[in-house]
């Protein structure tokens, strides 16, 4: 017998028809071997605090770019995740509930050395721990926070399985954004996502925040080139205005490894521009799109400048 998320991810397979050759990528998605003198304190200030960073794990193209501008995005709640997604990099598993309880002021003492204005934190899903990582989520703004006074914190959560309680943990600790990814379209949803997400989940997640903090500015960002239409991607834009989402930003998905999902196409800088001037006339407030635009990319800008 066929599982429930079996079928679903069979029926969307031959709805949108995957290409599965290889794609040779366009000279806009060129980039840098990660080198420099920024790079490198970066990485020894992270190794030093046995930290984690979404950069690495993720295998971001920008890493070059951000790290030598002394920007990166820390990924805390471990290196392993518990949900397996077809489009990303991180390692998944079951990490058995463990946690490392000086996370937290690791963290926080990194961003000082780092001398920061402004932090991303991301972090693994951890359907393992009873409130999923929650309340280390929040422990760790906190301690950003009472050692770093005046830093503003971005914090990409994930889902918390919708757990309204969950979700106000991170709230309560008052950083400047949240941001939740829908990651791809609604039609796509069951064949590029874990199981355990749903697209309406992910919109409500965004909404919750807003429910909770109206002064919290909200975030998500969506990949292109999974097998999309152009529809599609006008109707989550539009999903995501009608959730009152404050910043979306929008990227080319680049397959980390052969056997993640292909990529079915590279969209054009031109085609990125159009997505953008789409999004901000719908009433979007900040929109970042661009081939190698990703969650947190230059993320400080809006608020910083």
């Given at each position: 017998m066929v599982s429930p998320n079996k079928s679903n991810i069979k029926k969307s397979a031959e709805l949108i028809q995957i290409t599965k050759r290889y794609l040779k990528k366009p000279e806009w998605l060129k980039i840098k071997v990660p080198s420099g003198d920024g790079f490198k304190e970066v990485f020894k200030i992270l190794k030093s605090?046995?930290?984690?960073?979404?950069?690495?794990?993720?295998?971001?193209?920008?890493?070059?770019?951000?790290?030598?501008?002394?920007q990166a995005t820390i990924m805390i709640l471990g290196k392993v995740c518990t949900r397996a997604c077809r489009f990303c990099a991180v390692k998944t598993g079951n990490p058995g509930g463990v946690l490392n309880p000086e996370e937290p002021e690791n963290v926080a003492e990194a961003v000082k050395e780092l001398k920061l204005r402004y932090v991303v934190l991301t972090s693994v899903d951890r359907d393992d721990l009873p409130d999923h990582g929650s309340g280390h989520y929040a422990r760790t703004i906190k301690s950003i926070k009472n050692k770093n006074p005046g830093v503003l914190i971005e914090a990409l959560i994930p889902d918390f399985s919708g757990n309204k309680s969950f979700i106000k943990k991170v709230v309560d600790t008052k950083p400047k954004v949240i941001g939740h990814n829908?990651?791809?379209?609604?039609?796509?949803?069951?064949?590029?996502?874990?199981?355990?997400?749903?697209?309406?989940?992910?919109?409500?997640?965004?909404?919750?925040?807003?429910?909770?903090?109206?002064?919290?500015?909200?975030?998500?960002?969506?990949?292109?080139?999974?097998?999309?239409?152009?529809?599609?991607?006008?109707?989550?834009?539009?999903?995501?205005?009608?959730?009152?989402?404050?910043?979306?930003?929008?990227?080319?998905?680049?397959?980390?490894?052969?056997?993640?999902?292909?990529?079915?196409?590279?969209?054009t800088p031109q085609e990125f521009e159009f997505f953008k001037k789409f999004a901000e006339d719908m009433g979007i407030r900040y929109v970042i799109s661009g081939p190698l635009v990703r969650s947190s990319y230059h993320a400080e800008e809006i608020f910083l400048e």
């Open positions: 605090h046995h930290l984690s960073t979404v950069c690495k794990e993720a295998r971001c193209p920008n890493i070059n770019d951000c790290w030598n501008r002394r829908l990651e791809t379209v609604k039609k796509l949803t069951p064949l590029i996502r874990d199981r355990r997400f749903s697209y309406e989940k992910s919109l409500n997640v965004l909404r919750t925040v807003k429910e909770l903090d109206r002064k919290i500015y909200t975030k998500s960002g969506i990949m292109l080139g999974l097998g999309e239409e152009k529809d599609q991607v006008i109707q989550t834009l539009q999903d995501l205005r009608d959730a009152q989402v404050d910043i979306v930003t929008l990227g080319q998905y680049l397959q980390p490894t052969r056997r993640h999902h292909p990529v079915q196409k590279y969209y």
